[in-house]
Every structure is written in structure tokens, then in C-alpha cells.
């Protein structure tokens, strides 16, 4: 444990008034820092200062300084968040340490601590370290479910200022800002932002806010199907059980499970990828096969397997809504005609010819029968 003397009093002087000192120990067991304060003078600084060290929490009076334990905060974060109750310059370089000193400045409601993190977070925001930025954030900032207009807000747009004296409406504008430019380093950049070990950190409800995302720039459903298989099996570590196929659809759920759109992939994507995992059942394998190769007679059987398979509302073939830049699409216009005319082509062709088809989707039950079995 480091002891670091901080604070001296206003005057420069050394302190003579003992009993108006208090130790405050920031950190974990072993790895903390101390300093040594004066009680008055966070006290009016900080309305939580005031109740914990002057107020009825505050620890006895004694010739020697009593010890506080802070151990839900960092111990770095904590270093700033006292130097800007103290008119110090506050200077973060990194975005660790700049993430947990807005957590600090979340839990003491300081909103001015609040923008300079968040300020020099924007400044370092980057696909690899959006999720750390992003995890966590959720809960300071304002309500971003579905169906709320927060969602459809530009990460530049202004927000509604908070009344004066709001510190934690302050700090929810300011951290809604920063979640709506993560969630746009996220849309513009998933295939490298899902891939980083940090997704198997997430809550699950942030893994079910961005995999629901319409606007995800995803070049294959595998991309996300893989971040979630792996954040699975980090979860079921976490709860203490084995990563087996039916603990990781467990722990998926239904909904985050079916957030995936199957129906875009190919049907090697597929077989190779969501089948192999064993997350899917069976019957849910065969389903979406069909689905996917167009079966002629899938249709007929449709009420029979969305009872015993997937309901159709959980299977979507709508791609997601691409993130571009307008010079990068004026260049691919043209490729991308071409890829739906071939896609057309290839749709005529499949319908033209049954007994191709019914190839595939034997060929693909094999494979099927063949996991089932290994």
C-alpha cells in the first residue's frame, strides 16, 4: 500500500489541528493508495464529503487521523477526482483511468469531473477502445430502449441542457452523448469491435442492445454469431458451469439468440457456423436450412414448424442497415447492381430447378445427421 500526503492545509502551513484530519484509503486491499485530508475542507467541497466526515457517519474525533476505506473506487480515479475538488489540474493518460474516474464522478455527483472525462474519452474513442468505454455506460446515461427517440438521435445533436443544480442530469447528458458516438464506432466498425476479448466482458444487456442493432455495418451474420458464442461460454464461466451447447443457449436467451439473421447467411455459413455450435436445436437447424435454400414445399408445413421450431416473427432475412460514407458509395453503386442482379439470377435459377435444389437441402440434412451423430 502507497501512503501519499496530498493535502496541506489552504495556507501552505502544516497542519496543527489533528483532530480535523482523516485518512481515506482508495482502492483494493493491497493495492491502494492513501492520503491524508482535512475534513472541513471536502466537506465544503462535496455534499457527500459532508455527510461521511462531518455529518452523523462521520467517524469519531481522535489525536490520531481515522482511517476510511474507499474500496469501490479506483485508486487512480479516485487520485483525480480529489485533485478536482482541489482546483488541481487534472491530466488523464489513459482511457482506463479516465473510464473509472467517470465512474467516480457518476457515484459523487460531480458533473464538472464528469465532462473532462468524457471529453478526453470522445478524443480517444477508437474501435479498440469503444467497449470499454461503452461497458457500463448504459446505466448513466439516458433511457436508449427500443421505441425511444433517443435511439434515432445523431451522436452530434444537441442534447437538452439540464436545470442548474441537476449534477445527475448533467451527467446524464453527458454520458448519453458518449454512448450514442460509441454506438457509432460500433455500427461503422463490428466485425474488429466484435472480435475483441472486451465483448465477453459485457452485460448481457448490452450484448442484447447491440445485437439487435439495425444499423450494424456486418458483413456476415457469422461475425456476431461468434462474438455471441463466445461471450456464452465467458458467461457460463461466470455463473460457475460447463460452456456446453444447451448451458450457452441458456444463458443466450431466446431473443438474443434469434437476434442473429440466419436467413442472410449462406447455407455453408451456416452448416460451418450456428449448426456446428450446437446452440441451435435440430429442428431449429432443419428449419432454417429450408429457409435458407428456399425449400418449395417449406411452405406448406410452415404452422407445423413454427410451433415446434422458430416462430416466423423471430427469423428475419431483412439486412441490416449499412453504415457508409457518401464517396464510398457513389464507388460501389455500380458493384452493388451488379451483385442483386446476379442474386436475381440466382433466385430464377433455383426456382427453375427442383431437383437442384432438393439436392442441396439433402446434401445439407446430411450434414446435419452428421453433427447430430459425431
Known amino acids: 500500500m502507497s501512503r501519499i500526503p496530498l493535502m496541506a492545509s489552504e495556507n501552505g502551513s502544516e497542519v496543527t489541528e489533528r483532530q480535523n484530519m482523516v485518512m481515506l484509503e482508495a482502492g483494493l486491499p493491497g493495492d491502494s493508495w492513501t492520503y491524508c485530508v482535512e475534513r472541513e475542507r471536502l466537506a465544503r467541497k462535496l455534499e457527500w ?63 464538472g469531473l464528469a465532462r473532462l472525462a468524457v471529453s478526453y474519452l470522445e478524443e480517444h474513442l477508437t474501435p479498440s477502445t469503444v467497449l470499454e468505454i461503452y461497458q457500463g455506460l448504459g446505466l448513466y446515461a439516458n433511457d436508449l430502449r427500443e421505441g425511444n427517440p433517443g435511439l434515432d438521435r445523431s451522436p452530434n445533436s444537441p442534447s437538452t441542457p439540464s436545470p ?49 442493432r439495425d444499423t450494424l455495418n456486418i458483413s456476415s451474420e457469422c461475425i456476431l454469431f461468434s462474438a455471441l458464442d463466445r461471450w456464452a461460454a465467458a458467461e457460463c464461466r461466470r455463473r460457475g ?33 450456428p449448426m456446428a455450435s450446437g446452440i441451435l436445436t435440430n429442428e431449429e437447424c432443419v428449419h432454417i436450412v429450408s429457409k435458407i435454400l428456399r425449400h418449395p414445399d417449406s411452405s406448406k408445413n410452415d404452422s407445423i414448424r413454427s410451433s415446434t421450431a422458430i416462430h416466423p416473427s423471430r427469423l428475419s432475412s431483412t439486412p441490416r442497415i449499412p453504415y457508409k460514407r457518401v464517396d464510398e458509395d457513389c464507388m460501389l453503386r455500380p458493384g452493388k447492381k451488379e451483385r442483386q442482379d446476379n442474386r436475381k439470377n440466382r433466385r430464377r435459377e433455383c426456382a427453375s430447378q427442383g431437383q437442384r435444389t432438393c439436392a442441396r437441402i439433402g446434401n445439407c440434412l446430411v450434414q446435419i445427421l452428421a453433427c447430430v451423430f459425431d
Open 49 to 111: 464529503f459532508r455527510a461521511m466526515l462531518t455529518g452523523p457517519l462521520a467517524p469519531p474525533a481522535t489525536d490520531s487521523p481515522p482511517l476510511l476505506r474507499l474500496e469501490h473506487i479506483d485508486k487512480r480515479a479516485f487520485d483525480h477526482f480529489l485533485r478536482y475538488l482541489h482546483d488541481e489540474p487534472v491530466n488523464f493518460i489513459s482511457v482506463s483511468t479516465a473510464r473509472a474516474t467517470l465512474d467516480a464522478a457518476h457515484q459523487y455527483l460531480c458533473p
Open 241 to 273: 458451469v460447463e460452456p456446453l451447447p444447451t448451458n450457452k443457449r441458456a444463458v443466450l436467451s431466446d431473443d438474443v439468440c434469434f437476434s442473429v439473421r440466419y436467413l442472410l447467411m449462406n447455407d455453408r455459413e451456416f452448416v460451418s457456423g
Open 164 to 212: 442548474p443544480g441537476d449534477d445527475a442530469g448533467q451527467i446524464a447528458a453527458v454520458c448519453t452523448n458518449l454512448l450514442l458516438k460509441c454506438l457509432s464506432v460500433i455500427d461503422s466498425n463490428p466485425a474488429k469491435v466484435l472480435q475483441q476479448e472486451h465483448f465477453e466482458e459485457l452485460s448481457a444487456e448490452e450484448v442484447a442492445q447491440l445485437a439487435r
